[in-house]
């Protein structure tokens, strides 16, 4: 089963996010992708590939980063970290020590939005700001340090998956609360 790690950023803090994996010992073959890209951490294991000769992500050591990106002008999507093997614990153990080590740091940061949700991190002033499918698809938001800045600005966030018909909804809805710039 994947494990995902959702944070607040900018686009240009979001890189920070891929230059702390850049900085392991041995460092990951990067995959660019159109919304972050792609590791692999071959020191872990080679890239499996299915009977169709596409990449298995879920038999490899390969992580899934997906850059946070403005949208319609007035939306910031989540950034993403997605380790997307199964069983990692026992056909990866290196990429569990990664996984570990990663959530360690990541965690260093504010933590804004936590399932269950409890008083201290849910329910308060944030959640207004977190838009969309984000809460739905999220057991934990953290914020790093621009990320925190413009939540205390008011920014509104969206989950990267959500539909052009669901930002167009919130946009209008975002219209009628007065947010400047909320344009379908």
Do not use: C
Not at 20 to 37: Q, S, Y
């Amino acid at each position: 089963m994947a494990t995902t790690f959702r944070f607040l950023a900018s686009a240009e803090e979001g890189q920070m996010v891929l230059d702390w994996f850049a900085n392991l010992p041995e460092t990951p073959h990067v995959h660019p992708r159109p919304d972050g890209a792609a590791l692999l951490l071959r020191q872990f294991g080679p890239l499996a590939m299915t009977s169709t000769n596409e990449a298995d992500p879920k038999r490899s050591p390969v992580v899934l980063f997906i850059q946070p990106q403005v949208r319609h002008g007035i939306l910031w999507t989540a950034g993403e970290v997605q380790f997307l093997a199964e069983r990692m614990r026992s056909s990866f153990p290196g990429l569990q020590k990664v996984l570990t080590s990663f959530r360690t740091w990541l965690r260093s940061f504010p933590v804004v939005f936590r399932q269950p949700r409890l008083p201290q991190t849910s329910g308060g002033s944030w959640d207004y700001y977190l838009e969309g499918g984000l809460l739905n698809a999220s057991d934990e938001i953290l914020a790093l340090p621009t990320g925190m800045a413009a939540l205390e600005r008011g920014q509104y966030f969206v989950w990267h998956g959500d539909s052009q018909a669901r930002q167009d909804t919130l946009l209008k809805q975002l219209r009628l609360r007065g947010v400047p710039g909320a344009e379908p």
